[in-house]
């Protein structure tokens, strides 16, 4: 028997003021900074801007978590291939254990 437990999502407004809607595939802490790697949830998958979307999580100063950009293209890049590294090391290890 699975437990399916659903996803999480999250909505988020851009600088231009349209919502999007995002599903969270996972939480990384990588060189001292939190990052969140996304999926858009309302967008179909054969859009040619669809793909996974990582955002910085940061705190202001009333303790909420708010998610920002990452605008250094090499820090970017970095931080995708670490939740690559992530998100599909550990289907190989579970296709391995069955």
Do not use: C, W
Not at 30 to 53: C, R, S
Not at 64 to 81: C, F, G, H, M, R
């Amino acid at each position: 028997m699975s437990e399916d437990f659903g996803s999480d999502y999250i909505t988020i407004i851009d600088d231009e003021g349209q919502e999007f809607e995002l599903e969270v595939l996972d939480t990384m802490d990588y060189q001292g900074e939190t990052y969140m790697a996304f999926l858009p949830a309302d967008m179909d998958e054969n859009d040619p801007d669809y793909g996974i979307v990582i955002l910085r999580v940061v705190e202001d100063e009333n303790g909420e978590e708010l998610y920002e950009s990452i605008d250094d293209d090499a820090k970017l890049q970095d931080v995708y291939e670490h939740f690559m590294i992530l998100l599909f090391d550990d289907e190989d290890e579970e296709g391995e254990k069955e």
